[in-house]
């Protein structure tokens, strides 16, 4: 099966030195067994084929290739580290591995022990030309009802060469699509946008040896819900407010660093940019394994007007509204399926010292609500032992896109992922960064204009 434009354009902006790779960790308390969770991750993905898959090329195509059937997928064990968020990654080279990987972390690595007890840590690491968050949160899923032997309607298989296929509009959408494309397209390719370092970056070093350096914050329930209180009185949504934020958060770091002064009036045709995932997603496609149903919308705004008034605030909501209400979101999967069948492949477009967005932000929504598993607290109880406590997820960093912010609801809590580049930001730097963030969506008056 042939990779679409979006996985090959994944696969294609995978560098060495930033490999494109998600994280997801799952945290778990109680009596944790290792037998049983390997057999449901190898249940679980014979439903969801792409992650225990590599990539091969043929003739200049790229096209997934099932493993051997006898190869799981591999399960490593660490001990447990607090000290870090997540252990080192080195990324995944998808032509000679697949394109999940899973590590196991808790205090007792004896290898002949298969019951865990205490807090038990699972990581995993995607490739995302194989799915983006939301198909993998769904093979969760699967694999916490296989884990807890519950009988669901699991992830039809046959399914994926459907992935990504635009949908039929009505006239009147098709035309506001394409032109919205050819805006978009025009901006995208000729505003300047702003990299949070000066530093080219073609020339970097291998991987960090602190690869993924992701920072997490966890709001209380009563936090979730002041947030959720500042975006209704905002009249926008969570998603808005957090993509306005950031754009806060973003400006005060380049602020700090010294790219751009605090009142910045000279560069007309500078903006910082935010990458949106977006998914495309139908009611039609709940049982699609994992996989890439998503697109990318982005936002340009000048620096100047980055400012903590309503209007900034309504405009980000206006522009994201118009993109929902006219399914703007598979302008970039048009324009990729474009560009491919012009000149073959996105080798030509990936140029590390060409900086396309500033940051992406990622909003995953309330996840595990629907699971056929009883809950307690608004923790999902896998078993009668063994109880989801948490849950963290990740997007890759890219080459002159320092930073891959995301955020999510679990059990009632907001929680923000923070992955940013070392090589780039200090650890001081970056948790400043996501404190002012953690300001602006829970403190932080908007002034009236």
């Known amino acids: ?56 090329e043929k003739y200049g195509e790229y096209h997934w290739i099932p493993n051997k059937a006898d190869a799981g997928l591999p399960i490593e064990r660490i001990p447990i580290d607090h000290t870090r968020q997540f252990p080192q990654a080195k990324g995944i080279n998808l032509f000679q591995e697949p394109a999940l990987k899973a590590t196991v972390c808790n205090a007792d690595t004896n290898p002949n022990e298969t019951q865990l007890f205490g807090p038990t840590e699972i990581v995993f690491e995607l490739h995302h030309s194989a799915s983006d968050a939301i198909g993998f949160a769904k093979f969760l899923e699967d694999v916490f009802c296989h884990y807890a032997g519950v009988q669901r309607q699991m992830a039809e298989p046959s399914l994926l060469p459907q992935r990504s296929r635009p949908k039929k509009l009505p006239v009147y959408q098709a035309l506001i699509r394409k032109i919205y494309s050819l805006r978009r397209a025009w901006k995208f390719l000729t ?104 697109s990318m919308v982005f936002l340009d705004r000048k620096p ?42 996105f080798r030509k477009m990936m140029n590390p010292n060409r900086c396309w ?28 032992s063994l109880e989801l406590v948490g849950f963290e997820a990740a997007p890759p960093v890219r080459a002159s896109t320092a930073l891959g912010i995301s955020i999510m609801t679990y059990a009632d809590r907001l ?29 932080r008056q908007v002034l009236e204009t």
């Open 191 to 294: 505003y300047r946008v702003m990299p949070l370092t000066a530093r080219k970056q073609a020339g970097l070093r291998t991987l960090q040896d602190d690869y993924p350096a992701i920072l997490y914050r966890e709001l209380s329930e009563s936090e979730t819900q002041s947030v959720f209180a500042k975006a209704k009185k905002l009249d926008i949504t969570l998603n808005d407010l957090f993509l306005c934020a950031s754009f806060l958060a973003i400006k005060e770091l380049a602020v700090s660093l010294a790219i751009i002064p605090r009142d910045d009036t000279t560069r007309e045709n500078t903006h910082l940019r935010i990458a949106v995932p977006t998914n495309l997603r139908t009611a039609n496609e709940d049982l699609m394994p994992a996989s890439n149903i998503v």
């Open 1 to 56: 099966m042939r990779l679409t434009p979006f996985e090959e354009y994944m696969l294609e902006d995978d560098h060495p030195a930033y490999p494109m790779s998600c994280f997801f960790k799952i945290k778990l308390q109680g009596t944790f067994n290792l037998s049983v969770f390997a057999s449901a991750l190898q249940n679980a993905v014979k439903c969801h084929p792409f992650l225990a898959n590599s990539v091969t």
């Open 357 to 384: 967005t500033t940051a992406t932000v990622s909003n995953l929504g309330q996840l595990f609500t629907d699971i056929p598993l009883p809950k307690r607290n608004g923790n999902v109880q896998i078993d009668s």
């Open 415 to 443: 929680t923000i992922s923070f992955h940013y580049d070392s090589a780039i930001l200090s650890q001081s730097q970056a948790n400043d960064t996501l404190e002012t963030l953690c300001g602006e969506i829970l403190c």
């Open 304 to 345: 100047i007007h980055i400012q903590p008034v309503s209007s900034f605030y309504r405009g980000v909501h206006n522009e994201m509204q118009h993109i929902k209400r006219n399914k703007l979101g598979w302008a970039f999967i048009h324009g990729l399926t474009i560009y491919r069948r012009i000149f073959g492949s």
